[in-house]
């Protein structure tokens, strides 16, 4: 039994070092990407405005950006102040291709806006992608508590 929990440990920590190698990118294949309008920003963790962090499924949600489209698939947590008719749906999911794509680099990370002008409960995408991969995004509703998320481009 005594030999049991540092197998454990030392397995945890092997699973979590491949996790954090799946994340990482050279910096040149994320400028790359960013460049392109071509990649996929994975959410592994949801702050939402009021609550607890919550852990995402692995490689479930996920927010698709090329260049003639923008395509969610998010969790949503939080305070509707409205809800649309006929919803039947939770959750931030649409798919914009009439949107603004503006990049910002700071230091060691890039900072995208992203406006869509054809979806009516989104406002405006910001999205931190740093030179390793990993990323956050922040989501800004239209009559909803925003809401952001961690995670990785790939």
Do not use: C
């Not at 920590?13 to 460049?35: D, S």
């Not at 405005?49 to 998010?74: D, F, K, W």
């Not at 700071?106 to 009516?120: H, L």
């Amino acid at each position: 039994m005594k030999n049991i929990k540092p197998i454990l440990i030392s397995l945890v920590m092997i699973i979590a070092g491949i996790r954090t190698v799946k994340a990482q990118k050279t910096e040149g294949e994320i400028r790359k990407m960013i460049e392109s309008k071509s990649f996929v920003f994975t959410a592994q963790t949801a702050k939402p405005l009021r609550g607890g962090i919550q852990q995402l499924s692995s490689g479930y949600y996920e927010l698709t950006v090329n260049p003639g489209t923008v395509m969610a698939y998010l969790p949503f947590y939080g305070r509707a102040q409205t809800v649309p008719i006929g919803a039947s749906e939770g959750g931030i999911k649409f798919s914009s291709s009439n949107f603004q794509y503006e990049v910002l680099q700071k230091n060691k990370s890039w900072r995208i806006t992203i406006k869509t002008n054809d979806v009516s409960h989104v406002r405006q995408l910001y999205l931190t992608i740093y030179e390793n991969g990993n990323a956050t995004l922040d989501v800004m509703n239209i009559n909803r508590d925003d809401i952001s998320f961690s995670g990785y481009i790939k």
